[in-house]
């Protein structure tokens, strides 16, 4: 099982799928999804849905995981054939400069930096915006860019290799964030495929969390489900320049993360996990024998589509389960994949027992 999961993340960070543009992602997540489920559907703004009927009547549980990353589009293409850019999503500006990215999911580019022996002093100490960098593919007109099929608008994303740490489980990549929690949706679609469970189970793979989370509002006023389970990633505290029992107690290898409450502002990027779901998470995790760590990150600039997804349709109880990785939205993201094991041992079980605990607030 930790081969396969290694393996699909492996071929889901290698694609370019920026907030918007998820077309590349999505396309192989029904591909895969299809294999094992009873239905998926696409709807018309790239939310891919797989269902599993179980064998008994009861609720409906929707997994969700978000398909999309940070990256870059194309601003303007200047006439000596370099290329502006915007953020898509929270990108870090200290990680621009000297980077491979692909334009369209293809077109090799590099975000330049001017020579360190031309550098003045205060140059040298000076992080540039993004709107400061511009994009060299290599061309030396405007026309030149075209020809290779570049427009305005066109995604851009890190170009980073899939590289395994000494440690083997210590995997570093691009767009762990969230393609790690794409490839738990895969795997655990392999594993209950010829299970016995009671309602319905909707995978889903939205769109967009990265630029507001409208991907998950969507669904969830299609779908309904009784309750939701929100799997994605979160930044881990257990580096040297954090203070992790202050700031952030969350490790890597420690197992996976239910995130209590976070938000970005209090309102619509606030989420309070509802106790139900929490409680669920909590018995099947000690059942699977899986330590999970417990956290809450209130205004740290963190949220998930769970923010949007609890005030879909009726109201959806959620939680949600994360899986830890260091050095968030960066092209280097790094995880532990016994972590992501512990996260999929979890919504198996869950899964197994849908139906056999009533969601209640009191």
Request: hydrophobic share 40%.
């Amino acid at each position: 099982m930790k081969e396969s999961l290694k393996e699909s993340l492996k071929e889901l960070t290698s694609l370019v799928g920026v907030s918007g543009s998820e077309q590349e992602v999505v396309k192989y997540m029904k591909e895969k999804l299809e294999i094992y489920a009873d239905e998926v559907i696409v709807d018309p703004n790239g939310n891919v849905i797989a269902v599993k009927h179980g064998n008994k009547p009861g609720p409906k549980l929707m997994i969700a995981a978000h398909s999309d990353e940070i990256g870059f589009s194309v601003k303007n293409i200047l006439p000596n054939g370099f290329i502006l850019f915007n953020k898509i999503g929270t990108a870090s500006d200290k990680v621009l400069e000297g980077r491979k990215v692909l334009i369209k999911g293809s077109i090799p580019g590099i975000i330049g930096i001017k020579p360190g022996h031309l550098q003045t002093p205060e140059e040298a100490k000076k992080v540039n915006s993004s709107k400061e960098c511009y994009i060299d593919v290599g061309a030396s007109s405007k026309e030149e860019v075209e020809n290779l099929g570049i427009r305005v608008g066109d995604p851009i994303g890190y170009r980073s290799d899939f590289m395994e740490m000494a440690n083997k489980d210590y995997i570093c990549t691009k767009s762990i964030d969230n393609r790690m929690n794409c490839a738990i949706l895969i795997e655990l679609f392999r594993q209950i495929k010829d299970v016995e469970f009671e309602g319905t189970v909707y995978g889903v793979a939205t769109v967009q969390e990265e630029t507001g989370m409208k991907g998950a509002f969507m669904v969830g006023n299609r779908i309904e489900p009784d309750y939701a389970i929100v799997i994605d990633t979160i930044p881990s505290g257990d580096t040297p320049d954090v203070n992790a029992e202050r700031d952030l107690p969350i490790y890597l290898g420690k197992g996976p993360a239910c995130v209590i409450a976070d938000g970005v502002l209090f309102g619509l990027l606030f989420t309070y996990s509802h106790p139900g779901v929490i409680e669920i998470i909590e018995e099947q995790a000690k059942v699977a024998g899986v330590n999970v760590q417990y956290t809450t990150l209130v205004g740290e600039g963190y949220a998930t589509d769970a923010a949007r997804l609890s005030f879909a349709g009726k109201g959806i109880p959620c939680a949600m389960l994360v899986v830890p990785r260091r050095y968030s939205h960066s092209p280097v993201e790094l995880v532990n994949i016994n972590d992501a094991l512990g996260s999929l041992t979890i919504l198996e079980n869950i899964v197994k027992q849908n139906g056999k605990k009533e969601i209640k607030f009191i």
